[in-house]
């Protein structure tokens, strides 16, 4: 099966199950956390902090492509592992079928950690908005592959509202021709993955570099594993890092996360400057 097609079947999945929840957990009951009327932390300020590693460490526990990653890994220890190795923010998956996560494993994470933290789950529509404010969630992520031009001024709208930034996902060129809306995005992610046939290449983020207007954060999202590549990245303008994979499969992957900052920290002066 495809990537592109996965998308399709997980599209279609999260229609169902937002609708089913929405009917569980009204609009009222989420305003009504503790979490909504806190102010949210600026991922996209950790992110210029001087010295920031740049690095979004992702929570994972499995992916459609890949099956269980790290089935039994601990919220806590790896969210407070991730944080004390110097990670710049959190990235936690909260879709349970394809994914293995929960809202609770964000609720979780922001209850131990005073950081930024990004609800990493496909919207399609405001009650997931309204949702990732009351689990505190700090910033969501829009893909651009599964949602229009309009749906992305409505949500991305909706979510500033709240206090909340946006991480608008791009795959490509024309994605981001179609897609940056200054009045609804924050920080623009370029995935390296393909849609078409799992292929990863960082290539894609150094091409669409140029592309991306001055007025977004440029992150760069998935195939980075090394200190090298983030050095590479960052010098054509790339500020902020996720990675989820290449921590997860570590059996603790707060040691993984911590041996990059190391890394990273030792990068020629010049590969940081912009």
């Excluded at 990537?3 to 609009?27: F, W």
């Excluded at 590693?53 to 991730?82: C, H």
């Excluded at 405001?126 to 009351?134: D, G, H, T």
């Excluded at 490509?172 to 623009?188: K, T, W, Y």
Aim: hydrophobic share 45%; with cysteine.
């Amino acid at each position: 099966m495809s990537q592109s097609t996965i998308l399709e079947t997980i599209v279609a999945h999260k229609r169902k199950e937002v609708s089913a929840r929405q009917e569980l957990v009204p609009v009222k009951l989420l305003e009504s956390s503790l979490y909504f009327q806190s102010k949210p932390l600026s991922m996209r300020q950790y992110l210029l902090r001087e010295n920031s590693s740049g690095l979004i460490a992702e929570f994972k526990r499995k992916s459609p492509s890949k099956g269980w990653i790290n089935q039994y890994a601990s919220v806590e220890r790896t969210t407070l592992g991730y944080m004390q190795a110097g990670a710049a923010a959190l990235s936690i998956l909260t879709d349970g079928e394809f994914f293995g996560g929960k809202n609770e494993d964000l609720t979780l994470a922001r209850r131990i950690n005073f950081c930024p933290i990004l609800r990493k789950d496909f919207v399609v529509g405001e009650y997931q908005i309204l949702e990732a404010k009351s689990i505190g969630a700090d910033a969501v992520l829009l893909i651009a592959a599964v949602l229009t031009p309009e749906e992305i001024h409505t949500l991305g709208g909706l979510a500033r509202s709240l206090g909340l930034e946006v991480l608008l996902e791009v795959h490509n060129g024309e994605e981001l021709a179609r897609s940056a809306d200054a009045d609804a995005v924050d920080l623009i992610g370029v995935n390296n993955r393909n849609l078409h046939d799992f292929s990863l290449s960082l290539d894609t983020s150094m091409e669409l570099a140029d592309a991306i207007p001055n007025e977004f954060l440029k992150v760069s999202e998935s195939g980075i594993s090394t200190a090298a590549a983030i050095g590479q990245l960052r010098e054509v303008g790339y500020r902020g890092f996720l990675l989820g994979e290449a921590f997860m499969r570590d059996a603790r992957p707060e040691r993984a996360c911590a041996a990059l900052v190391q890394d990273i920290a030792a990068l020629p002066k010049a590969a940081v400057t912009f």
